[in-house]
Each structure stands twice: as C-alpha cells, then as structure tokens.
C-alpha cells in the first residue's frame, strides 16, 4: 500500500471533513431514512431512495478519508530541510521567461490541489518539472497551450 503524501493543513482539512461526516452528516442522512419510512411504502418512496443514495455516498466518503488518512505521510513544510531544492510541500516563486509574469506555487497532495490557491499537484507537469531542481534552474513545463520556461526565484518552506 503506498503513503499519501499530505501537507500538515491538508491533512487537518481531511480530519475536519471525516469529522463532519461521522457527526453531522451521517445523523442527518439517518434522520432522513427515518422520515421517509414514516411515509410507507418504500418501493415507490422516491425520498426514501434519496436518502439511501446519500447514506451511501456519505459512508463511501468516510471510508475513503478513513484509508487515506491511515496512509498518509504527512508533511509540514516548516520542518522541511532541502537545501533549497524544490521538494513535495516547498512554496516555488516562478518568473514565465515569455511575458516576465512571476507566479507562486506550492506543491501538494492530489487532494489538496486547487489553482485558485495556487496549490498545485506533485503529479501535474508543472510540480513534475520543478521537483529537484532550485532556485536559478530555468524549468521548461508542457503546458496545454505548449512548451512554457519558467525561472526559479525562491524556494521556501513556509
């Protein structure tokens, strides 16, 4: 079985959902069973159905967040040292060498992965191409509109 790689807050964001689901959720989805069997016949109870589906849907997710936090290797990036190569959970500072527009990323767990976060995941291409390399190393990432340089400013372990 591998290790999911985890930051420390993306492993805390998992336990408050796995929480959530175990306290709040999973009561209501019973408390909706209850209710829609008050309502007889079952065979044709669409809510019954529904509330069914949810209780599925929420107990697959549980154990989903059950095996992935049992596997994880979790990560706080403070406590990295890398001497200064880009590694899982390090924050990259990037200059695009075409238009000079400078980005930041971090490198993250799949699941953690949200652009508009700038988190990116370590199987994208962009986090493949940075992985070892450090800052001044000129990376070269295919990107959907094609081959994009990026320059390295500054590798942090915030």
Known sequence: ?????????????????????????????????????????????AEYDAAKERQAFVEGRIAELEQKLSTAQVIDPATLDAEGRVVFAAT???????????????????????????KVSVTSPIARALIGKYAGDVVEVQAPSGPREYEILEVRYV
């Open 1 to 45: 079985m591998m290790n999911t790689p985890l930051t420390k807050h993306g492993a805390e964001l998992l336990k408050e959902e796995l929480h959530q689901l175990k306290t709040k959720e999973r009561r209501n989805v019973i408390d909706a069973i209850a209710e829609a069997r008050s309502h007889g016949d079952l065979s044709e109870n």
């Open 92 to 118: 990259v500072d990037l200059e695009d060498l075409e238009n000079g527009q400078k980005v930041t990323y971090q490198i993250v767990g799949i699941d953690e992965a949200d652009i508009k976060l700038n």
